[in-house]
């Protein structure tokens, strides 16, 4: 992955564009600025392989990613969406794979810094558990099917 070195008031400008953290104040943004790197990665670079142990949090600034489940299912993810949130949660292994399907900048937020970031933006919690549970809903239904 490629490190991007952009000045935190331009990572705020960023942030203040990915519906994630639309709702955080100014100070809030600032602290996930702080929290969180910016990397470019190319289009089919793995960002995550089921089974591995997940260290950090990727949420999509540009491009798109596809994640490919054990039971072969295909899911699209774009801008403003996120990932890698339920490792970090429950310490287990990745749940899927996850590759770049275009070039794309990314936020990626380490395990111990997750843990700042829902200390200081609260709001990001419930958006967090609400795609959690989106997320195992379509699990069951697709469970059914």
């Given at each position: ?34 929290l ?41 993810l ?40 829902l ?27």
């Amino acid at each position: 992955m490629v490190e991007v070195a952009f000045g935190r008031s331009s990572k705020v400008d960023l942030l203040q564009k990915v519906p994630l953290f639309r709702d955080l104040s100014r100070k809030q943004l600032q602290e996930v600025a702080r929290l969180a790197d910016e990397i470019d990665v190319p289009t089919g670079k793995r960002l995550a392989t089921e089974g591995e142990s997940g260290h950090e949090l990727f949420v999509i600034v540009e491009g798109n990613a596809t994640v490919k489940t054990h039971r072969g299912r295909i899911i699209r993810l774009g801008p403003g969406e996120f990932f890698g949130e339920m490792s970090l949660v429950d310490g287990g292994p990745r749940s899927a794979n996850v590759d770049a399907a275009s070039d794309m900048r990314l936020l990626v937020v380490g395990r111990r810094e997750f843990w700042s970031l829902l200390e200081a933006a609260p709001p990001l919690v419930a958006k967090i558990m609400s795609a959690l549970s989106r997320r195992l809903r379509d699990a069951e239904a697709s469970f059914s099917a």
